[in-house]
């Protein structure tokens, strides 16, 4: 199996939940040769894979993910994947047309949405602000929102990808005990 990310912070723990769980795993960042943004290194990544885990770079909900995505995700089918799971945002409206440009790609598709990772505020961007600024300032007021451990991300990722029978052409939500 395919897993792109597999250097950042969900690819690396679902890289090493596949692995522990005996399967086959083919990291795929930019210091194996990917690149999301060079469509050229998508195919020698893909070739001969049956499954693979996609998590987009930027915001799954920004300019031109649904557009690589979609690509991306077509390809993998012409090439022989038949399994996707794409890591998505719950909640994030901007995040539908990546899901459905997912789901239009011919593939047997998973969506995984999940709440922030409480691994943002220990490894993410965010360490740094809360260091400078001892607090972290969210503009959505006084919303409860989960915080979600990313190795039960990675366990949720790999189930998806090895068990099409039961969840091919779902949409999963990960959310805290």
Same mark, same amino acid.
């Given at each position: 199996m395919v897993v792109t990310g597999a250097s950042g912070?969900?690819?690396?723990?679902?890289?090493?939940?596949a692995a522990a769980a005996g399967l086959?795993?083919?990291?795929?960042?930019?210091?194996?040769?990917?690149?999301?943004?060079?469509?050229?290194?998508?195919?020698?990544?893909?070739?001969?894979?049956?499954a693979a885990y996609l998590v987009h770079p930027a915001d799954v909900g920004a300019p031109g993910t649904?557009?690589?995505v979609g690509e991306l995700a077509r390809r993998a089918v012409r090439l022989g994947v038949r399994r996707l799971v794409l890591l998505s945002a719950r909640g994030?409206?901007?995040?539908?047309?990546?899901?459905?440009?997912?789901? *239009?790609?011919?593939?047997?598709?998973?969506?995984?949405?999940?709440?922030?990772?409480?691994?943002?505020?220990?490894?993410?961007?965010?360490v740094a602000e809360l260091r400078e600024?001892?607090?972290?300032?969210?503009?959505?007021g006084e919303v409860p929102e989960p915080f979600v451990d990313l190795r039960d991300?990675?366990?949720?990722?790999?189930? *998806?990808?090895?068990?099409?029978?039961?969840?091919?052409?779902?949409?999963l939500t990960v959310m805290p005990a």
């Open positions: 912070r969900t690819g690396s723990r679902v890289a090493r939940a086959g795993v083919r990291a795929a960042s930019r210091a194996t040769g990917f690149d999301w943004a060079g469509p050229a290194t998508w195919a020698d990544t893909l070739r001969g894979a049956d649904a557009e690589a994030e409206d901007q995040a539908l047309p990546t899901e459905e440009a997912l789901r *239009a790609s011919g593939a047997d598709w998973t969506v995984v949405r999940s709440a922030w990772f409480a691994q943002n505020f220990s490894e993410g961007p965010l600024r001892g607090e972290l300032v969210f503009p959505a991300v990675a366990d949720v990722v790999v189930a *998806a990808l090895t068990d099409a029978e039961r969840y091919a052409g779902r949409v």
